[in-house]
């Protein structure tokens, strides 16, 4: 009987542990999803009146902005191996991770937003591109696709929520096949047009060509595959078996995108050295230049090889430690080499003029773009954070207030 | 006498749907005389070194083949104008005469069309830009909200009926020729039908329609620096 208390007792104090502990984190990711919110704002405010860096009019917003979107994006795809090709793993294990997965997607689409929004002059007259919607702008596009494709997300996370209590949405068939279907089309319809955004520039030899939208999905199944790991990782981390689990799957996912990656890659450089006197400097100065350091260093060893190198290791010893130390390090190589594709050809700027003229601009970011950034990177955790507490994310977990939450 | 006619001489005086300019390389001396005429008419951001009209100074080619050459740039109002296409607000408009123009209003500045433009003709008229110029111009300003500007061959500022460019009108060595392309006796349609006036980089396929003579310094003039 006294033994019996005793272990009510501790149950109890340990829910309540566990209670003071959530509200604790809940408390903590609102003050710093405020906080992000803030220094962005205050960040466009500093930009506005900062001296402006006309020769680079995309700078880090740009690429935090592409970096964010390919993540969330690339997240989209990874969960399609589930929603769409039916893979549960082994024992089902991917059943427990897939809502955390797409809660990835969506809460990391809202660091790109943030940095798009406020890296446009007037970020309050956004809405002039649905008003006076121009079809043949790429840029016009991306707004209808993102829209599509944050409301698609929405639609399969609530989706994914409601069916654990109301029995009518299993009784529809083929419904969450087809809310799959219709997000990978607005995750591919978002990639293509954003490799486009940049491709379709003459102006611009260097992103100029077919290949851009190609290269970007490769990328974003890699970025995508290792930023949800990590926040899986660090929901999950008690559960061995879901661990030894996908320590195999990212590793599998590393080890199919890498390679292909490198293709591209290669093939671009390959192109490059066989296209316009325009193209190659650029291409010169990556592989051979300046940023030869960054670009052999951090995005090839760094963000690629050592990769492999883990990810097989991973993949053979179903190591945890192998599979996320190759996440961070595709992610700090995958932030690089967008970095270097979006800054580098506006700082030489190849073209010609009467004679070939190349442009020698070193960029660095004013203080109000560097405030804007750090708002998006502290936004990315803190918003998954909120939202793995608020939602029911959890294998079977029944929403018990407005719907949709805990 | 009304205002305009001291610009009759120009004969711009009747409305056309294609205008064009054409730049007589030889004849400027790069006196910079339209670049000030130019930042006067359409308040562009000097204290920022920005400029809707500009003079780029060459030294081609290798002693003794070598040469100076001034090169007048600015917007090349294309026929298929890629910052049209990529604006998506529609705050790039092609309005009447083929002139590629900006509503300052519906420009959000996202910048795309700076990125896009293939002659770096455009650039940002920002917030202190606007600060700026009310100190130099006082309420006669002409640039109200953020935008990305650009020449218009002074299509909002010219004086009535006489559609020429203030850089037009200031030209002390009659380098820029400006005229009506239906026309096919105007100056500008003449240099561009018989191909005097070339087109640069016509391999982007964007139909400018400011064009260059290389007038007397053709045969002289070698583009790839020395060898012919």
Known sequence: MEGNKVGMLKTEVKNRMNTEK??????????????????????????????????????????????????????????????????????????????????????????????????????????????FFRMSSRIAWMAAFYSFFGLMLVIELFYMILVESWDLLKKIKYLELAIAILVLIATIAV????????????????????????????????????????????????????????????????????????MYLTWIIVSAWYSRE?????????????????????????????????AVYGYMKKSSWAAITAAVLLIIGGFMSKYSLIILPQELRPYVWLTLQISHYSYFPPTGLIMMFIGAWILWPSLYALGALIFPLEEGEKPKHLWIFK | MSQSTPYQGFKNTEPCSRWGMVIKVDQCMGCDACVAACTLENQTPFWNELWRTHVEDYELGDYPNSQRVFLPRLCMQCE??????????GATQIVDGGIVVVDEYKCIGCQYCVEACPFGARY???????????????NN??????????????????????????????????????????????????????????????????GSKVRYVFGRQQGRYVKNGGEE
């Open chain 1, 22 to 131: 959530k509200v604790a984190v809940a408390v903590i990711s609102i003050v710093l999803i405020l906080l992000a919110l803030g220094m962005g704002y205050y960040g466009y405010r500093l930009d506005l009146i900062e001296e402006q860096v006309f020769d680079v009019p995309w700078g880090l917003d740009v690429v935090g902005y592409t970096f964010f979107a390919l993540m969330a994006t690339g997240s989209s795809i990874v969960n399609s191996v589930y929603t769409i090709f039916g893979y549960k793993g082994p024992n089902g294990e991917y059943k427990k991770i897939i809502k955390y997965g797409v809660w990835f997607s969506l809460s990391t689409i809202f660091s790109a937003w943030l940095l798009v929004l406020l890296g446009i002059y007037k970020p309050f007259d956004f809405y002039y591109i649905l008003l």
């Open chain 1, 191 to 262: 990639h293509s047009n954003l490799g486009e955004v940049f491709g379709s520039l003459i102006s611009m030899p260097a992103w100029y060509g077919p290949w851009l939208a190609l290269y970007f999905i490769m990328s974003a199944i890699m970025l995508g595959a290792a930023g949800q790991s990590l926040f899986i990782y660090v929901v999950k981390h008690k559960d061995n078996n879901l661990k030894a689990f996908m320590s195999r799957y990212y590793s599998e996912v590393y080890l199919i995108s890498i390679p292909v990656y490198l």
């Open chain 1, 278 to 310: 325009t193209v190659w400097p650029v291409y010169q100065t990556l592989l051979f230049g300046s940023e030869a350091p960054i670009f052999w260093g951090i995005e090839i060893v760094i963000g690629l090889f050592i990769p492999v190198a883990l």
């Open chain 2, 80 to 89: 298929n104008p890629p910052c049209y296409y990529v604006c998506p607000t």
């Open chain 2, 124 to 138: 940002m008229y920002t917030y202190e830009d606007i600060q700026k110029a009310k100190e130099y111009y006082g």
């Open chain 2, 141 to 206: 300003t002409i640039h109200v909200v953020p935008h990305v500007d650009k020449c218009t061959f002074c299509y909002d500022t010219a004086p009535d009926n006489t559609y020429t460019p203030a850089c037009v009108r200031t030209c002390v060595g009659g380098a820029r020729v400006f005229g009506c392309l239906d026309d096919p006796n105007s100056e500008v349609s003449i240099l561009f039908n018989t191909g005097q006036a070339v087109e640069i980089n016509p391999e982007l396929g964007v």
